[in-house]
């Protein structure tokens, strides 16, 4: 499935399109319900249904592959949440981090349960607060990390910045612990994910000879695989 985005010249879209392997072939759906999001993203996806949201989190979106039809859940408690961290850990969605009120930098975590449609708030994320991290999950167990993070906790763009490579991960029994550092580049931006058993880190961006505004940044290609401890 692909949907929203940005295309020439920055014009966001709403088209939402399903692609059929076997046939190789791309089928369009019902489009985005909200309209053009360019900066849209998916926050998780639970079952059959997946939850995204413009990149803040006051309206969240449902798509459920069975209809293939458009609902709404339940807004984020603490209203605007940008550029936060996610996984699905059996049948509830997190969230971590991200940008909150100010655009400051937080460490909230709120899980998700769609049995109920709501949102409780969990012990905090104990490492660096940030935004832009990477999240999956494998075998039940949660991943988070990578990101960056603002001197004087100002997500703006003439701020200086630094990009972390910590990894956690979470269960709901033990909490957060920190695991290996990320063995690439320290990342933002990261394209992330998990087939179940292992983890997808890749992309993104990092420091180097690339201006952005008053920022260096590094754009990567590399890829790299995770292999959990049993």
């Known amino acids: 499935y692909v949907c929203l985005g940005a295309g020439n010249w920055y014009e966001s879209s709403s088209d939402f399109w399903e692609y059929h392997p076997t046939d190789d072939i791309w089928v369009q ?16 996806i639970i079952g059959d249904f997946a939850y995204i949201t ?17 609902s709404m859940a339940r807004g984020f408690p603490e209203g605007y949440a940008g ?6 850990i059996g049948n509830t969605g997190h969230i971590i981090t991200g940008k909150g009120s100010g655009s400051v ?8 349960k769609p049995a109920g449609d709501t949102w409780t708030q969990l012990p905090s994320f104990p490492g660096t607060a940030r935004y832009d991290g990477a999240g999956f999950q494998i075998k039940g167990k949660g991943y988070f990390g990578l990101g960056k993070t603002s001197e004087a906790g100002m997500a703006s763009i003439v701020a200086k910045k630094d990009i972390l490579k910590d990894i956690w991960s979470f269960t709901e029994k033990d909490g957060w612990r920190v695991n290996t550092d990320f063995e690439g580049a320290s990342l933002s931006n990261p394209q992330y994910g998990s087939n179940g058993d292992l983890g997808y880190i890749g992309f993104g961006k990092g420091t180097g000879p690339y201006i952005i505004g008053s920022e260096q940044q590094q754009m990567f290609n590399h890829l790299f695989l995770f292999y959990p401890q049993e």
């Open 29 to 44: 759906l019902e489009d985005f319900p909200a309209g053009s999001y360019g900066v849209a993203r998916l926050a998780f």
């Open 54 to 70: 413009n990149n803040g989190l006051e309206d969240i979106y449902v798509f459920e592959q069975r209809t293939r039809k458009w």
């Open 83 to 88: 550029d936060f961290g996610s996984f699905t």
């Open 105 to 112: 930098e937080s460490n909230l975590h709120y899980v998700y």
